[in-house]
């Protein structure tokens, strides 16, 4: 005989919902990351009971049918409906979590980290917990490990404007030294503006494996001497 969820089944699957995406979301704050624990949690709960009510739905649908033969032609429990929509609809709350700043783009991971929670909530609540515990573990590794054996270092454009040619040219280079940014090429070019010479240097880098853009940016505009810095399409 079929039956509906018992009450232990029920708290089993939510508290492993929490302990998957609490761990996910742990690893999401610390790197502060848009979404962080609580934000994990609630959507892999959600997608938990999402998928429990769907399968409650299936099993009242046979109980109905047991006892109903008559209705048994017009009953319908599709088992994907509402998982499909809690799929699609994460897409919508992942699509928040995206930055656009300074021609930076950040929080992709983040929305696909929540999009992944969701279906590791779906699996959990569906009760295929090999699934859910397999697709925990290798999320978790990405998430966590992949950057660290995996380093790919995007190469960019960067065109810094900047006053007195030696101080500031020894203090750019320092800066890429400290922060090992390796300098793939470079070009210059000068010209005069009220009675000043600007230079202008446009480097291609490969950022340090700690900094961003938006963190070059700033710190190579804490020195006064550095009238723009910009990257520029290669």
């Given at each position: 005989?079929?039956?509906?969820l018992?009450?232990?089944?029920?708290?089993?699957?939510?508290l492993?919902?929490?302990?998957?995406?609490?761990?996910i979301?742990i690893?999401?704050?610390?790197k502060h990351r848009?979404?962080?624990?609580?934000?994990?949690?609630?959507?892999?709960?959600?997608?938990?009971?999402?998928?429990?009510i769907q399968?409650?739905?299936?099993?009242?649908?046979?109980?109905m049918?047991?006892?109903?033969?008559?209705?048994?032609g017009?009953?319908?429990?599709?088992d994907?409906?509402?998982i499909?929509?809690?799929?699609?609809?994460?897409?919508?709350?992942?699509?928040?979590?995206?930055?656009v700043?300074?021609h930076?783009i950040?929080?992709?991971?983040t929305?696909?980290?929540?999009?992944?929670?969701?279906?590791?909530?779906?699996?959990?609540?569906?009760?295929?917990y090999?699934?859910a515990?397999?697709?925990f573990?290798?999320v978790?590794?990405?998430?966590?490990?992949?950057?660290?054996?995996?380093?790919?270092?995007?190469?960019?454009?960067?065109?810094?404007?900047?006053?007195?040619?030696?101080?500031?040219?020894?203090?750019?280079?320092?800066?890429?030294?400290?922060?090992?940014?390796?300098?793939?090429?470079?070009?210059?070019?000068?010209y005069?503006?009220?009675d000043?010479?600007?230079?202008t240097?446009v480097?291609s880098?490969?950022?340090?494996k700690?900094?961003?853009?938006?963190?070059?940016?700033?710190?190579?505009?804490?020195?006064?001497?550095?009238?723009?810095v910009?990257?520029?399409?290669v």
């Amino acid at each position: 005989m079929i039956s509906q969820l018992s009450v232990l089944t029920v708290i089993t699957r939510l508290l492993v919902s929490v302990l998957f995406a609490g761990i996910i979301g742990i690893d999401r704050a610390y790197k502060h990351r848009p979404a962080g624990l609580r934000t994990h949690i609630l959507v892999c709960l959600g997608a938990c009971i999402i998928a429990m009510i769907q399968q409650n739905i299936g099993f009242n649908a046979i109980e109905m049918a047991r006892h109903y033969p008559e209705v048994k032609g017009v009953l319908r429990a599709d088992d994907a409906r509402l998982i499909a929509q809690v799929v699609s609809g994460i897409g919508f709350l992942g699509a928040g979590t995206i930055i656009v700043e300074h021609h930076s783009i950040r929080g992709l991971t983040t929305a696909a980290s929540l999009w992944v929670v969701a279906c590791i909530g779906l699996a959990v609540g569906m009760g295929d917990y090999i699934i859910a515990v397999a697709g925990f573990l290798v999320v978790y590794a990405v998430l966590g490990f992949l950057k660290k054996i995996i380093r790919i270092s995007p190469v960019r454009k960067l065109r810094v404007e900047y006053l007195h040619k030696v101080e500031t040219k020894k203090f750019i280079d320092d800066y890429f030294k400290k922060n090992e940014i390796t300098v793939e090429g470079v070009r210059f070019s000068v010209y005069k503006r009220d009675d000043e010479k600007v230079y202008t240097n446009v480097y291609s880098i490969d950022f340090g494996k700690n900094l961003d853009y938006v963190d070059i940016v700033e710190g190579l505009s804490m020195n006064s001497n550095i009238i723009k810095v910009e990257t520029i399409n290669v």
